[in-house]
């Protein structure tokens, strides 16, 4: 272990050391801001053509580039962007804060600025997608709520083609397997209302990132995928805002300055209102109802160049609720589940080449259930009132502390290294029942630690080569055992030509924390638990090679990639397993599972090919996303020990996302998807299942009659081999028409849209239903398809100021 | 402007809802789509020293879609009866015959008498079709104890009397993995009128454990294992219990059986175990107990 540490760390000095040391050098650095807003800017390319050397700015905005001395003209280029070229004569250190100028659209012509064109072939990063926040707005989405996840679901590599649910399939990895943080901080559940809506408010979002594999080293914990999700800032020059009105929510987001160029905030919340409308025509004893909210929240102060503190808050619940009176009798049930998440970052710039961000985050999810009743007891001598109550809850909090430095020594190398740690606490069962002979108060409490070390620099060689090697360092500890694992990291993007580059990745990832859950539809009562001394981390390697090029005449980016993954110590659930943790709960029992006797591991291994033609600039924009994978799993305890399609293998997935703008006012969206059949496993036949009957045994009165010995059972389902069975193919259409209008104070939308426009029958569930013949003795079984939604149009209202 | 886009766009799909919404969420799949029904055969042996004579059934799966309960086709009858079943140990080997009045293969002990702690395989053909499976019969275990705790003087009103606690311990046999099926149970008689109108009492027995009593030397080897239940019975009598000692394939066989979850649409599939292998499911176990050591204990002066 600590050799492996010393080659890399060897390795990493090495790159550094090769660097040419020229002494005409000088720094240019900077924050890159939109312009009118103030919103700091990640992700703008800062180039100098000549040179052919880059750089581009961070998370916050900042950026550093070291060059030789002389008469440089950089090129600021983001995506949706006004290209902007600066021409410095650059003889000493200088600090350069830009501001930029969103683009307007040319509705005169299909030409496209191609410059404003975010370049895949100059990235050395593979695997990754950059999700158009503005584009998400465009798109139709289910009853009009526009959905971070369910956008994502429509790019290639992440399965789509299962009606409502939220759960991402990543190349092939479990629906646990994605880290989803939101300003660093891990969201747990990204489900509302059982995966039909996530829980990410695209309104107060301003990037999401999403890594599928090549992944950087700083981001660890999870096998299969990483989206990190960052909320805007808020307006820092003047107030700005939001509000929609839809079928089923409202949503109002409001930001603006606190103090003028130095501090802004943002609000933004969202609740479903269906219990509201519903509640008139409930009978005065019964209320019963549902609802969502969300909520986000940030504020964000500049102490000027060297500081930054920025503080921000995500808090969501889902409630389920019913209460009933009769005379003095009251009765209240009901469940809810939510994530609430915080984080205090600030950022501290050394120098021009050295930025720091120090982040504490707290996250937390929390699923409870509640009973209360008031009842009268009648005695001969009186009347007694009784109260029982009872509370479950499970949850996870956790605390973490990371520092993270940007250090960018010459215009080839850009190193980013940093250290987390972070306490979980799991709470996986804590009950209380309290009547008046019974006083229940069990609670258990696990902490963990997991902490990681991460180095990784961005090394180009030479104009055409780009290397981006990295090495995580990750550990876990609990009740005593602690794993430390290297994970090697490895990215390299080489430029064939002035639009195409080839490149290729190696990443090593590792897991400890699981979530249990076979229900696959987002029950809220899926449990996250910690690696053990017996359920050991999973650990997954990936290696994937494509060529990225730009077709700049057209405006678009063709991405090609193929990705081999294998994953050691995956978790599945033995044969019957169920982790349905609420039976028997409210007969008063506890109902705790012997989770790690119920799961078993194994290995998984996904291979595939995804292609993906963007084009995210012009009157004209989506994408057209195709995989073609492969999904396979082998456990000793399962299916007698051979390999078996993982539930979420889809062999062909096609996703279609457009949107068009007819003028000013008007633009239509459209998406389509296809998703050929997931496996399922499905009974063969019904096996005959007698016992051993011991009261016909011999020590009982003897077999004179000539019974058998042992007694009759109901016939059990025999499923032969597992994933036996393909559901049929998934395919929707959904379109959204946009209407705008400028009024005096403020700008209107209207948008019309419809889900599944075709009425696609999809497949929901399957359910059995049984038929009886009396007169002939006969019984049917059938097996019926559920679907959930056929057409649905919807209409939305929004207005923007 | 908007009238133009809306209005078609509207009432296309809502025609097209309104006419499609009663089909539309329920839709029954065709047998001929769903995996084709696997029709093979199921035998199921559990056999024991202590038992008068062997007794192998030999039976198929039944399909689960379409018409289900069909009775067995003559040709299928025919099948059943006309396989050929060996059972053997290393020394001897017998043909185990059909018994027609049984619905079983079956074969007295004095023919072929079992002993306990020897390896037997059965093998069961029918044309080109062949399975085997084999199980080794344990050693009986002779220190079962059994008891009854007291019963509490006051009983709630409300909810009738406390129930007593039976309990059933033995030692475990140290440095092998063990199983077991504690069983006790009590001598009840019920009293009808036969046709002539004489009163008849007819003996049965109330069994007081079921799945609880399946036990394994888990964690434990070599101790004093305990299965406690609750009894709620009254009376005079006598309860009995029985030490099984049972082989792995039984214990596992017997928790898959009574651990089903198939009619949890949120678990996951699970096969009933199985140790027969080639072309057919299901289970040849074994099992012994101690006959002559079976306690009993006597329940007195109890109050209603």
């Not at chain 1, 880059?54 to 580039?65: A, D, E, H």
């Not at chain 2, 596992?252 to 175990?273: K, L, M, R």
């Amino acid at each position: 272990m600590m050799k492996q540490l010393q080659v890399c760390l060897t390795f990493f000095l090495l790159l550094v050391g090769t660097q040419s040391y020229a002494q005409n050098n000088y720094t240019i650095s900077g924050y890159v801001k939109e312009k009118g807003s103030g919103e700091l800017l990640p992700g703008v390319t800062i180039y100098d053509a000549n040179l052919q050397l880059g750089t581009t700015t961070n998370t916050y905005g900042f950026y550093s580039l070291t060059l030789p001395a002389g008469s440089r003209q950089l090129v600021y280029t983001f995506v949706g962007y006004e290209r902007v070229v600066k021409t410095i004569d650059l003889k000493d250190n200088i600090t350069l804060d830009l501001d930029f100028l969103p683009s307007t659209v040319e509705l005169e012509t299909v030409e496209v600025n191609a410059t404003a064109q975010e370049r895949v072939s100059e990235s050395v990063e593979m695997s990754k997608m950059i999700l158009p926040v503005s584009q998400i707005q465009d798109l139709p989405a289910f009853l009009g709520e526009k959905d971070v996840i369910k956008t994502l679901q429509l790019m290639p590599g992440v399965q789509s083609g299962r009606e409502g649910s939220s759960d991402l399939h990543v190349r092939g990895g479990g629906g646990d397997q994605n880290l989803l943080i939101l300003d660093d901080a891990v969201v747990y559940n990204a489900n509302h209302l059982f995966g039909f809506f996530s829980v990410f408010n695209g309104e107060a979002l301003k990037s999401v990132e999403v890594y599928k594999g090549g992944f950087p080293a700083r981001y660890g914990g999870r096998l299969s995928s990483v989206i990190d999700m960052n909320m805007k800032e808020g307006n820092k020059e003047e107030f700005h805002g939001s509000a929609s009105v839809g079928l089923i929510s409202s949503s109002a987001t409001v930001e603006g300055p606190l103090k003028k160029g130095k501090s802004s905030f943002l609000v933004s919340g969202r609740r479903t209102y269906v219990d509201i409308l519903t509640r008139p025509f409930m009978d005065d004893d019964f209320n019963a109802g549902y609802y969502f909210y969300d909520l986000n929240t940030k504020v964000n102060y500049d102490f000027g160049p060297k500081n930054k503190v920025y503080v921000s808050g995500y808090f969501g619940r889902d409630r389920f609720y019913s209460s009933e009176d009769y005379r003095d009798d009251e009765f209240k049930a009901g469940l809810e589940w939510g994530n609430a998440t915080g984080t205090v970052r600030w950022n501290h710039l050394f120098n021009q080449k050295l930025f720091a961000n120090a982040t504490l985050i707290a996250s937390n999810y929390k699923f409870g259930l509640f009973q209360d009743e008031r009842y009268q007891e009648y005695h001969p001598d009186g009347r007694e009132e009784v109260h029982l109550k009872m509370r479950y809850n499970s949850n996870i909090t956790d605390y973490s502390f990371k520092y993270d430095l940007d250090y960018m020594p010459t215009a080839k190398h850009q190193l980013k290294m940093g250290v987390i740690l972070t306490n979980h606490r799991f709470s996986p069962s804590a009950f209380v029942f309290k009547g008046p002979e019974t006083d229940i108060d069990e609670r258990q409490l696990i902490s963990t630690l997991e902490g990681g070390v991460y180095i990784e620099d961005i090394y180009k060689p030479t104009a055409r080569l780009t290397l981006n090697p990295g090495f995580r360092l990750s550990t876990f500890y609990h009740e005593g055992r602690t794993y430390v694992q290297p994970e090697p990291r490895f990215n390299v993007s080489y430029v064939v030509s002035k639009d195409l580059a080839i490149k290729a990745s190696y990443a090593m990832m590792n897991q400890y924390v699981h979530r249990l859950s076979n229900t696959g539809i987002g029950l809220p009562t899926d449990l996250w638990v910690s690696s053990t001394k017996n359920v050991l981390p999973q650990t997954s390697q990936q290696v994937a090679a494509g060529l990225a090029k730009d077709i700049d005449k057209y405006g678009l980016t063709l991405t090609v990639e193929g990705y081999y993954k294998r994953s050691i110590n995956a978790i599945s659930y033995k044969e019957g397993a169920s982790f349905l943790f609420l039976e028997n709960l409210f007969e008063g029992e506890n109902n705790e599972v012997d989770w790690e006797n119920n799961i078993t591991r194994g290995n998984d291994t996904s291979y595939g090919v995804e292609v993906m033609l963007q084009r995210k600039v012009g009157r004209l924009s989506g994408w057209v996303g195709y995989t073609l994978s492969w999904s396979e799993r082998q456990f000793d305890e399962l299916n007698l020990g051979k390999s078996f399609y993982a539930p979420w293998d889809q062999r062909h997935d096609l996703s279609i996302a457009g949107s068009y703008k007819i003028s000013d006012r008007v633009s239509v969206g459209a998406t389509w998807v296809y998703g050929s059949g997931t496996p399922l496993t499905m009974a063969v036949a019904k096996t005959p299942s007698d016992v051993h009957s011991p009261e016909l045994d011999a020590h009982a009165p003897k077999d004179p009659l000539g019974q058998t010995y042992y007694s009759y059972q109901p016939t059990r389902d025999y499923y032969g081999t597992l994933s036996n069975f393909r559901r049929p193919a998934y395919h929707r259409m959904d379109i959204a028409f946009r209407f705008h209008k400028q009024k005096k104070y403020f700008q209107r939308t209207w948008e019309v849209g419809a889900y599944n426009v075709y009425n696609r029958q999809n497949m929901f569930f399957y359910t059995t239903d049984y038929e009886y013949d009396y007169r002939n003795d006969q019984e049917y079984a059938y097996l019926q398809q559920v679907s959930l939604f056929p057409v649905i149009p919807y209409v939305s209202y929004k207005v923007t100021f | 402007m908007i009238k133009k886009y809306i209005i078609p766009f509207l009432i296309l799909p809502i025609g097209v809802l309104l006419g499609s919404c009663e089909d539309f969420f329920l839709k029954d799949i065709d047998v001929d789509d769903l995996p084709p029904y696997e029709k093979i055969m199921v035998v199921q042996g559990f056999i024991s020293p202590q038992q008068d004579s062997i007794k192998i059934a030999l039976k198929f799966t039944l399909p689960t879609w379409g018409l289900r309960n069909q009775p067995l086709s003559e040709e299928d009858q025919l099948a059943l009866r006309s396989a050929v079943v060996t059972l053997k140990d290393e020394e001897r080997s017998v043909s185990i015959p059909y018994v027609e009045a049984q619905g079983v293969y079956a074969i007295s002990q004095e023919e072929f008498p079992l002993q306990e702690g020897t390896r037997y395989e059965l093998t069961v053909e029918r044309e080109t079709q062949r399975l085997t499976a084999s199980c080794e019969i344990p050693k009986s275990n002779n220190t079962l104890v059994i008891s009854l705790s007291e019963r509490e003087k006051e009983n709630d009103p409300q909810y009738g009397y406390e129930p007593q606690y039976l309990r059933l311990t033995w030692e475990d046999t140290k440095d092998q993995v063990n199983y077991y099926n504690a069983y006790a149970y009590k001598n009840e008689y019920y009293t009808y009128y036969d046709e002539l109108g004489n009163e008849t009492q007819q003996a049965y027995q109330q069994r007081l454990t079921y799945s609880e009593g399946y036990t394994s030397d888990y964690l434990s080897d070599g101790r004093w294992l305990e299965v406690e239940v609750n009894y709620y019975g009254y009376g005079e009598g006598e309860i009995k219990g029985v030490l099984y000692s049972v082989d792995e394939h039984y214990y596992e066989y017997h928790q898959s059986v009574y651990n089903y979850t198939g009619d949890n649409p949120f678990a996951e599939p699970q096969n009933i175990y199985t140790n027969v292998e080639g072309d057919g499911t299901g289970i040849f176990c074994a099992y012994s107990y101690d006959s002559t050591a079976i306690p009993t204990i006597e329940v007195e002066g109890v109050e209603n």
